[in-house]
């Protein structure tokens, strides 16, 4: 049992590692959607389940059961984040180059190559080619740049009082230290 003034519990949430939820207004976690995948990063997790099929009928080594597990981290990454990270490109490329020659020879490894290539391509290219740096920029919105609406810097506009206690006021809102 709790004591006087204390909580019978803790109702903290405290922080989590996990990029899939966030705190919204009213203090509720909530899951963020998975992203639709576009057509390479369907293609990508095609060759993986494939990779990892084939990989079961080699003669297992330390390389290649790296490489099947490195497969299932990325399936599983991507399906929970919705996207392809340059730094699993990375791994899996990696993992497939200590494997060795063996998975070179599988038609599944070809295409894993082939769509690493093509997933680290698109992923160091920063904005597609038809936009401009002036259509990229951000926009402020609304009024939100100082004299936007017409009003010189530093005037009030007519009928808005400012931030503060009034000039007028009796002080009634802002409580005195001298009171105690």
Do not use: N
């Not at 494939?50 to 490195?70: G, K, Y």
């Amino acid at each position: 049992m709790a004591a006087e003034g204390e909580r019978p519990e803790d109702t903290s949430l405290g922080l989590t590692g996990e990029s899939t939820a966030h705190l919204t207004t009213g203090g509720a976690w909530v899951p963020v959607p998975v992203p639709p995948l576009d057509e390479d990063t369907r293609e990508l997790l095609a060759v993986l389940g494939e990779v990892r099929s084939d990989l079961a009928r080699l003669q297992i080594t330390s390389e290649i059961t790296a490489l099947r597990d490195e497969c299932d981290v990325a399936v599983e990454e991507i399906s929970r984040t919705g996207r392809v990270a340059p730094d699993l490109v990375a791994r899996l490329r990696d993992r497939l180059a200590a494997a060795g020659p063996a998975p070179s020879a599988l038609a599944s490894g070809v295409a894993l190559a082939r769509s690493l290539e093509l997933m680290d391509a698109r992923l160091r290219t920063r904005r597609p080619a038809a936009e401009s740096a002036q259509q990229a920029r951000p926009r402020p919105a609304g009024r939100a740049r100082p004299g936007a609406s017409g009003t010189p810097v530093g005037l009030t506009p007519p009928g808005h009082t400012p931030p503060g206690p009034s000039t007028g006021s009796d002080d009634d809102e802002w409580p005195d230290p001298a009171d105690g």
